[in-house]
Structure formats: C-alpha cells, structure tokens
C-alpha cells in the first residue's frame, strides 16, 4: 500500500506562486494514477489535478493554465506547481490515489492560505 505525504504550503500573497510536493513510499507502482485535491472551510473536497495515466492529465476549469501537476518518478513525488494564485485558492491540500480516495484514506495534506 502506498503512503503519500504533501508538504510545500504556506501563505503567499495573490498573483504569487507555490509548489506542492507530494512524496510516496510503500507500493509506489500504484501511483501511476494520482491527483491533487483540495478542501476549503465548508466546502466539499474537490480534485484540482490528476494524472490519469502515465502521462494524460486533467485540471478543473477553476485551475486550467494556472496549475501543473508534475512528477518525478526517481523520486517517487508528484507536484503541483500553482501559480497565478487567488485568494480562492485558499484551501488544504491533497494528493492521493484513487483506492485510497475508494477507502477514504487521506493524509494530513498542506495548507495554503493565498492573501490580497
């Protein structure tokens, strides 16, 4: 089973940047599926970015030309460079797998607060 831990958060002014980190140990040939979600205070968690092959990915219309999602498979991480942030971005960061998200297995994510 794969364990992810996201870090790379942190509070940044609008129009600012960040990259998230996403690093994976355990089983880590089920990563070749992952994505990043994020949940704001009182609202639903919702997927931000995905890869959902090797190398096909998907962005939400909230993010499209923004965000990137990225990894490095030598070492086992996936990112998610965000740039352009708005104030609306300010949420708590996830990256998982889609069996993990079956069995509603979520890490601490990251937090990123994005100020005017």
């Known amino acids: 089973q794969v364990q992810l831990v996201e870090s790379g958060g942190g509070l940044v002014q609008a129009g600012g940047s960040l990259r998230l980190s996403c690093a994976a140990s355990?089983?880590?040939?089920?990563?070749?599926?992952v994505g990043w979600y994020r949940q704001a205070p009182g609202n639903k968690r919702e997927t931000v970015a995905q890869?959902?092959?090797?190398?096909?990915?998907n962005y939400s219309d909230s993010v499209k030309g923004r965000f990137t999602i990225s990894r490095d498979n030598a070492k086992n991480t996936v990112y998610l460079q965000m740039s352009g942030l708005k104030p609306e971005d300010t949420a708590v960061y996830y990256c998982?797998?889609?069996?993990?998200?079956?069995?509603?297995?979520w890490g601490q994510g990251t937090q990123v607060t994005v100020f005017s």
């Open positions: 998982n797998t889609p069996l993990r998200v079956l069995r509603n297995y």
């Open positions: 355990g089983s880590t040939t089920s990563l070749e599926v």
């Open positions: 890869f959902t092959s090797s190398t096909t990915t």
